[in-house]
């Protein structure tokens, strides 16, 4: 819904705003499988899930007109620790190089120390190189968290294959800013905040808002 957002001063100018949630009667995330998923297709591996991937193009999709300079996102329907880094795949999607991504995140399960951990380690190895050896460790079949779950290990090897293309602000009270920072997320206590950190990128920025950043594809 084209729109408009202010806050502080500084407008940000042509909003994408959507939702895709079917129905706010749909509270978890085994009510929302329950409702995406009745009357799954049955037979073959191979063709059953490729039906399975039409189905949740089309009940999740969304279309985006362009990439924006901020894209403001939450990690619904997410809020166990690692697994609210998953709405950043969407996010990285519609945002320029370079931009802003703001995740909101109500976190009821902390991120673990040796999560936050090996993102330190991975940093400190390999600096700015973090794209290049996240594809190496996937190429080569190597976990980034050796004996880590592969959600971790997916969590990790996409958030760090995004940080060098984007700045990235959590903004949660959840998460202390020293933890923020080792993964290398700008940190926030709330939203305000978050849009004063990113009010560099210029005085009317593109905005893209998805409030439901966990179940949304987006589509260019």
């Known amino acids: 819904m084209p729109g408009y957002y202010r806050a502080r001063g500084w407008r940000a100018d042509k909003v994408d705003s959507t939702s895709c949630r079917p129905d706010p009667g749909l509270d978890a995330d085994r009510d929302?499988?329950?409702?995406?998923?009745?009357s799954d297709p049955a037979g073959d591996p191979v063709h059953a899930h490729l039906a399975g991937i039409e189905k949740s193009v089309g009940l999740l999709s969304q279309k985006f007109t362009k990439k924006s300079d901020i894209t403001l996102i939450s990690s619904f329907p997410h809020t166990e620790g690692p697994q609210i880094t998953k709405s950043i795949g969407p996010a990285k999607m519609v945002t320029k190089d370079g931009g802003y991504i703001i995740l909101a995140a109500e976190s009821v399960g902390h991120l673990p120390d040796f999560y936050v951990e090996c993102f330190k380690g991975f940093r400190s190895k390999y600096g700015d190189n973090l794209l290049k050896n996240?594809?190496?460790?996937?190429e080569q079949n190597r976990l980034i968290l050796e004996d880590g779950a592969i959600d971790f290990n997916m969590a990790l090897g996409i958030t760090l294959a995004t940080e060098y293309r984007f700045k990235i602000i959590l903004a949660s009270g959840d998460i202390s800013r020293e933890k923020c920072e080792a993964i290398g997320f700008l940190h926030a206590e709330n939203l305000e905040e978050a849009f004063e950190l990113s009010s560099g990128v210029g005085p009317h920025p593109e905005v893209n808002i998805i409030p439901s950043g966990g179940i949304i594809l987006p589509a260019l």
């Open 134 to 138: 996240v594809l190496e460790h996937f």
């Open 32 to 38: 929302w499988c329950s409702w995406a998923f009745r």
